[in-house]
Every structure is written in C-alpha cells, then in structure tokens.
T-cell receptor, first 112, second 114 residues
C-alpha cells in the first residue's frame, strides 16, 4: 500500500520562482529520499536525508525533514523550464533490502 | 559504472496472453532488485523484490510473478494478462551501504493490455 502523500499534487510556476513540495509519511524512517521522473521515463535519485538530519542541500535543491511531524519538504530555487517533471518522496524504513515506499508525487510545471 | 536495462520499451498485448519483461543490471554484484508498477499519474507500487538469486518476495497478491535466474537478471511474468495489468513497469536495483540504499531505475516498459 502507498504511504506518504505529497502536496500539492500539481504545481505550476514561472521560471525563476522557487518551488516547494511537501511530503508526509506514516511509519518510522531510516532515511527519506526524493526522486524525479520526467514524463514516461524512469526515476532519478535527487537527494537523501537521514533520519538524524534536519536539512540538506544539493545545488539548487534544499530538503528539510521534521521527524516529529513526519514530514519533509523539497525546495527547488530559481526554477528552470527543465525542472518540469514529477517529484516523489520515498520513505526508507530501514529494512535490510532497501525497500522504499513512494508517495503519489507532485507534478511540477515550470513555464518559460 | 553501473547500468540497468529493461526491454521492451513498449508492449501491446491482448488479454489472456503471456508476458515476460526482462531487466538486467551491469557493473555491480549481488544487488537488491525490484519491480514496480506505476498507473497513469500515480505513484509507484512495489510488486516484487529480490535480495539474491532465486529469492523473490511479493508485496501484493496479483496476476504476476517474478524470477531471478541470475545475479543481475530479474524477470517479470504472467501466464494470462488482464486488462488491469496495463501500466508502466519499472525495474530498479540498489546496494545497501552504511545502512542506506538509494535505488537506480531502468527506463521502464509501458504495457498496454487490450
């Protein structure tokens, strides 16, 4: 079953604006990961934040994690049209086989 | 470097026909392997995972089966396809390091059952 909900389900912004996507999860985590999917393609790993971390940066990406609220957010700064894609958070519950539970995703559209 | 291959890229099959989707990984050994299905506009549903040759775990009861005949080969099968089997099928691999495993996805197979 799917756990985790991203909101908003869809986000439409102009190039140069920041995009913030949120993710909530239900079970305890070992780490939480964000993935990107271009239309009709496989997923690409963006960033991973461990359960003992609160914030992490990678280029124009900033991820925060609030384990007390069981939520995470992904911020893309200075968005570009090429950032248009679906973004998914995935909860890694710490199993030995690396199982991930994905949310439903946020569809981001960046208009040039 | 590691690469993951999936084929075919697209497939149109009649109801009741068999299915075989193949996934192979290069450049790593003893990976964990996964099959996901993604319905249109939705998130990913984990179907099967494997931690080694011949070891398959199913996440949801369904019309599909999986096999891992070799370390880096993962096959998704069905004896008789249903309309509800249509979707986008993704294979992924991971290796756990320091308790953390990110997954690497193949390009996917779009299956349409008519």
């Amino acid at each position: 079953s799917q756990q985790g909900e991203e909101d908003p389900q869809a986000l439409s912004i102009q190039e140069g604006e920041n995009a913030t996507m949120n993710c909530s999860y239900k079970t305890s985590i070992n780490n939480l990961q964000w993935y990107r999917q271009n239309s009709g393609r496989g997923l690409v790993h963006l960033i991973l934040i461990r359960s003992n971390e609160r914030e992490k940066h990678s280029g124009r990406l900033r991820v925060t994690l609030d384990t007390s609220k069981k939520s995470s957010s992904l911020l893309i700064t200075a968005s570009r049209a090429a950032d248009t894609a679906s973004y998914f958070c995935a909860n890694a519950g710490g199993t030995s086989y690396g199982k991930l539970t994905f949310g439903q995703g946020t569809i981001l559209t960046v208009h040039p | 470097s590691q690469t993951i291959h999936q084929w075919p890229a697209t497939l149109v099959q009649p109801v009741g026909s068999p299915l075989s989707l193949e996934c192979t990984v290069e450049g790593t050994s003893n990976p964990n392997l996964y099959w996901y299905r993604q319905a249109a506009g939705r998130g990913l549903q984990l179907l099967f995972y494997s931690v080694g040759i011949g070891q398959i775990s199913s996440e949801v009861p369904q019309n599909l089966s999986a096999s891992r005949p070799q370390d880096r080969q993962f096959i998704l099968s069905s004896k008789k396809l249903l309309l509800s089997d249509s979707g986008f099928y993704l294979c992924a691999w991971s290796v756990t390091r320091a308790g953390v495993a990110e997954q690497f996805f193949g390009p996917g197979t779009r299956l349409t059952v008519l």
